[in-house]
């Protein structure tokens, strides 16, 4: 994949969609939300076409503050997952990326990296007229790294009114399973956290 990547988020589609797309502009994942779903089960394909399913992620649980959520690929194999640390995320998103189930330790980490922006953000997104513009001043950045605390990726979101727009940095090499498993780890933490702008 030739980096940075852009994920984009249309806030105001009737079901949250995701858009992946290289350096170069050529699609590489495609995500769209079904809605009115008790346990998560969402469909990650390869462009908007829906031609070639990638993988899925299914939620281990019914609506819950921790939940993991489990990649499987197209032939049904579990290939690792992504769960929310619920307390640590009050403060600043905190997700780990788990390389076959959940019981697993963290292969990665997700933090968001400013605590003031996420205030910032909440506080802003609530008031009334100013919560509209909030999207565009509060941009806050996940930093990716693996369990040694070396820095891998980088989510960043980028200024926008109408839609989500975030660029993934590749900070490091790493392997193209690996790299699977962070994107699509990125793409689930984006539907979850999407009520941030």
């Known amino acids: ?3 940075p990547l852009q994920l984009t988020r249309k806030i105001l589609a009737a079901s ?3 858009y992946v797309t290289d350096a170069d502009g050529n699609p590489v994942l495609y995500v769209k939300q079904k809605l009115f779903k008790l346990k998560e089960h969402v469909e990650v394909f390869t462009d908007n076409t829906k ?3 990638l993988c899925e992620i299914k939620a281990n649980k019914v609506i819950d503050w921790s939940a993991a959520y ?4 197209a032939e049904g194999n579990q290939f690792g997952g992504v769960r929310r640390k619920g307390l640590r995320s009050l403060w600043r998103a905190h997700y780990e990326i788990y390389p076959n189930d959940a019981t697993q330790p963290a292969e990665f980490t997700v933090r968001e990296e400013s605590v003031l922006i996420r205030f910032l953000d909440s506080f802003f997104s609530g008031l009334p007229i100013i919560g509209i513009f909030a999207g565009y001043f ?4 996940y930093i990716i790294t693996d369990c040694d605390g070396n820095a891998v990726m980088r989510l960043k979101k980028k200024p926008a009114l109408w839609e989500g727009k975030f660029s993934i940095e590749s900070l490091t090499e790493i392997d193209s399973q690996q790299q699977i498993r962070i994107l699509v780890a990125l793409l689930m933490m984006t539907l979850l956290e999407q009520h941030r702008g």
């Open 1 to 3: 994949m030739k980096y």
């Open 16 to 18: 949250p969609q995701l």
């Open 51 to 53: 031609e070639k399913k």
């Open 70 to 73: 489990n990649f499987s690929n």
């Open 138 to 141: 509060t941009n806050p950045s």
